[in-house]
């Protein structure tokens, strides 16, 4: 605007040059305020146009991303619970005849993605209720006030609409404990919320679904009775659960020799969205090499991209390569020689991701309990990697830093958590921030540094007695980059075979004694 104005300016008085700086001050007295009136009238606009509009979005029932119950897969606790609030909705008078009380908020918790968002999908293409569906994070806008409004507003809305189900996803973004930042808008939001839900009676047939990633991290007055009162988990799929999901994600894929069982048993711990992942990633492995049909090393390089990350051109000089060679096999070895801990998969000294070298460890069976001999033992094949280092090149490098951020993270909750500490006094006080003593704190810390003190003397140990077998996995890494099952078992021999050496007492009793 300023240009275009000035142009017409000067054209009319053919005298003035551009240096003129007399008559530029009176130019810029006349019209600076003009200018500037419309700069900030412009920006006003832009900013009402910016501003979001408060109507909640509303998904139709079968809409055109009609996610069927049949596409979730695993989930069966969470489905099943959610299929009732869909029976509920269809008919309502027969459970009402009952005397039955309708569920009015429903937590779906669990970590990400293990198909939260897909369960409530699901429940809005099923159930032929309206669906509002927001994510809180919307609700915290950068404008003061507009959160709680778009609360209002939404509830507001499905009332009017009822049969409703309103969905709430991510809903730590709004619901984390409050005061414990000073967000204003975000507690305001909360507490609109809070007063919605006590707000709706059972009479109304609007159901409230939220989906959190982290259940501890929530505000507990949204838990108390009333408001979210039922909650689910939905966790990581099992064995079962995660070959249903793979065969989902396959059902529209042209397989050839593919047995999912095999996939499903190597993947534990992986959630719904990674096998998704996978799936997908084996799909266009296939379409690389130009095939037809997808094949198990399709699935084998998939699990690995996934799970490792991609290959990176990161190049290593010899002593390194050496070096990762040494840590890697370190981790393999104790790996294999150490009894309840996960078998090696697949070692390799290419750099993937971040990692310079990694050992894929995948886990046969899904195990929920953990002795305390068995997280010791993990821990040692945490450290046996920089164990490795410091006994071949009598030094450790930077190399060794997840592994031992991990080793923390073990020897934290055997401390704090299942008080596999050496006493007992060291068993958290209580569950919810209870305040603790420096001197129990201390305590914990010397606990903590004692186990993770204890696996790497374990680690040292069975390397040095294994020395032989480490040359060999190191050579065998450094002459071809990878070790796959085939090429461990050889290596091993014997070795594999038993569990312990048998005799070799100190390695017992470092694995058993409870430290004092
Ligand atoms: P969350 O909301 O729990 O973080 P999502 O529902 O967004 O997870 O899941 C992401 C994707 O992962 C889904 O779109 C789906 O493709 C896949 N997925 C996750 N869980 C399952 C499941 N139980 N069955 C089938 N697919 C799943
Ligand atoms: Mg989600
Ligand atoms: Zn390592």
């Not at 017409?8 to 200018?35: G, N």
């Not at 619970?81 to 908020?105: N, T």
């Not at 979210?228 to 793979?246: C, E, H, M, N, W």
């Not at 894929?360 to 899904?366: G, M, V």
């Amino acid at each position: 605007m300023p240009t275009s104005v000035l142009i017409p300016l000067l054209a009319v008085m053919p005298e003035t040059h551009w240096y003129d700086w007399d008559r530029i001050s009176l130019w810029l007295q006349t019209w600076a305020p003009i200018i500037f009136m419309g700069l900030l009238v412009f920006f006003i606009w832009r900013t009402m146009r910016m501003m979001p509009r408060t109507k909640p979005q509303e998904i139709e029932p079968a809409s055109k991303s009609s996610i069927a119950w049949s596409d979730v897969a695993g989930a069966d606790e969470a489905k099943g619970e959610l299929q009732e609030v869909v029976e509920f909705m269809r008919d309502p008078a027969r459970f009402k005849k009952l005397g039955a009380r309708v569920p009015k908020g429903i937590m779906l918790h669990g970590p990400p993605g293990t198909g939260k968002t897909l369960l409530a999908k699901a429940v809005a293409n099923e159930s032929g209720a309206r669906f509002y569906s927001q994510s809180a994070a919307s609700f915290v806008e950068m404008f003061a006030g507009l959160g709680a409004a778009r609360i209002r507003r939404l509830f507001a809305e499905a009332r009017k609409n009822a049969p409703a189900i309103v969905f709430i996803d991510e809903i730590d973004a709004v619901a984390g404990v409050r005061g414990s930042d000073n967000n204003s808008e975000r507690e305001q939001t909360l507490n609109q919320l809070l007063v919605e839900l006590d707000g709706m009676n059972t009479s109304e047939n609007v159901v409230v679904i939220a989906a959190s990633n982290l259940l501890e991290k929530l505000d507990p007055a949204l838990l108390r009775p009333g408001r979210f009162d039922r909650q689910v988990l939905v966790s990581a799929p099992d064995v079962t659960g995660r070959k249903a999901i793979l065969a989902v994600h396959t059902r529209s894929k042209p397989l050839g020799l593919v047995d999912l069982e095999i996939i499903a048993r190597q993947t534990a711990g992986l959630t719904g969205a990674e096998l998704a992942n996978i799936c997908n990633e084996a799909a266009i492995g296939a379409a690389r090499d130009s095939r037809d049909l997808i094949v198990q090393s399709d699935f084998d390089n998939a699990l690995e991209r996934v799970v490792a990350g991609v290959q990176s051109r990161r190049a290593l000089n010899d002593h390194e390569r050496k070096v990762v060679a040494y840590h890697e096999a370190g981790h393999a070895l104790a790996a294999e020689v150490l009894p309840g801990v996960n078998r090696v998969h697949k070692v390799s000294i290419v750099p993937r991701g971040r990692a310079l070298g990694y050992t894929l460890n995948l886990p046969e069976e899904d195990r929920y309990l953990k002795t305390r001999d068995e997280l010791i033992n993990q821990m040692a094949v945490l450290l046996a990697g920089r164990a490795a280092e410091q006994i071949i090149f009598g030094a450790v490098t930077t190399g060794a830093s997840d592994d031992l951020s991990r080793v923390a993270d073990i020897s934290r909750s055997m401390v704090h958590e299942f008080a596999m500490g050496t006493t007992i006094k060291s068993l958290r006080i209580s569950s919810h921030g209870g305040e603790v003593s420096d001197r129990t704190r201390e305590m914990r810390d010397e606990e903590q540094q004692h186990l993770a003190d204890q696996a790497m003397r374990l680690a040292h140990q069975l390397l040095i007695q294994y020395r032989g077998k480490l040359e060999q996995l190191a050579r065998h890494l450094l002459d071809t980059e990878t070790l796959d099952r085939d090429a461990i078992d050889e290596i091993m021999g014997d070795v594999g075979a038993m569990p312990l050496p048998a005799g070799n007492h100190n390695l017992r009793v470092v694995a058993t004694s409870d430290g004092a």
